[in-house]
């Protein structure tokens, strides 16, 4: 009985410390996360007095300044700009022809080949005309025979004339002969027309160059059949040549016959040419309007070669720089204008563009007369940065 009671007694004091364990290990968790957030706290506090220590003293730098040449900066200035109309084709032959075959056969001859000079009205190609020649025959033989009827309906109406003036016969016998005498006449002239067809279809077997020039495709070889009208050989006239430029109906607009212009080749001297004639229509295809510039002197050049040239259209007056000197890394165009000994940026309105004294020009508001720029050897500056210049 004594025995029960101990051990009642002694359970609620193992209950206590049952739950202060099991209170102990929920609290165990929370202390290593606060031990580790003030270990983090100790670390960071520690780290910048440990950089500080580390970073190499810093050195002081004094302020640079740009040191410009005379030949880095450009002066605004009046000047007479020439405006320039750009344009790009290709040189072209103004007399060129495809010497074509007139009749079907067979080239017996060919007596060309590429870079041969012919004169106009050379005979270049022979096509076979044994046929023709057998047809002519045959057409000169029928006209022979249509002149002797012609010769016997002759005779006979001066026969018949006669006996009806001595009143042998009527009047209608006369008409009969007359009307047997047109007929052979009538026959007799169609005869010698159908000569005349034969002796032109067997011209037409001698191929003659219509220009004088030289040949620059050869598209038959002798002893070949060719069709009726197979082309033979092209001849070009290199001594006068166009470039064909196609531009866009309102850069037409302004153009007009005669204007000059200046056309390059890649790797020869520029060629000073002329308008000679302007499209009335624009092309289906592109809607450009096709402008055909003469070149002054076509020594050297040749047929099918790029150019590109400038048309030059008017001159305006004004104040202007090179147009490599303006920067447009910002949103409005700007210059480097040299200030005192600052470089300042200066905001520009730019206008015409155009040729002055061989540079590409521009037109600018903004700038007094005067007013030094910096160039583009020199480069974007910081505006304000402090120049030095040198004479």
Known sequence: MRNDQAHEASLPALGFKQASTAARGRRWPWVVALGVLLALLALALSWRPLMARLKPPATATAPTSLRLAGTDWETVREIALTQDLPFS?????RDAAW????????LRELRVREGDAVKAGQVVARIDASELNARLRQA??????ALAQVSIAQRQFDNNQ???????ISRTALDTSQANLNAATAN??????????????????LVRSPISGLVSQRMAQAGERVGLDARIVEVLDLRTLELEAQLSPAQAAGLRLGQVAEVRVQGMEPRS???VRISPAASEGTRTVPVYLQLDDATGLR?????????EKEQVRGLALPLEAVRTDQPQPYVQVIEGDLLRH??????????SEGRNMVLVTGLPAGARVTGASVGSVRDGTAVLQVP
């Not at 084709?89 to 032959?93: I, V």
């Not at 010497?99 to 067979?106: M, N, P, S, Y």
């Not at 047929?303 to 048309?311: E, K």
Request: proline share 0%; hydrophobic share 45%.
């Open 140 to 145: 000169q033989d029928q006209a022979q025979s």
């Open 346 to 355: 200066r905001s520009v309105t730019l206008g015409a563009q155009g040729l």
């Open 303 to 311: 047929h099918g070669v790029f150019a590109q040239g400038r048309i």
């Open 188 to 205: 007799h002239q169609a005869a010698l027309a159908a000569v005349d067809v034969a002796r032109k279809a067997l011209d037409d077997t």
């Open 162 to 168: 006669a006996l009806v003036n001595q009143g042998f």
């Open 99 to 106: 010497l074509k075959a007139r009749a079907a056969g067979e």
């Open 273 to 275: 040419a002329r308008v």
């Open 89 to 93: 084709g290709s040189l072209r032959a």
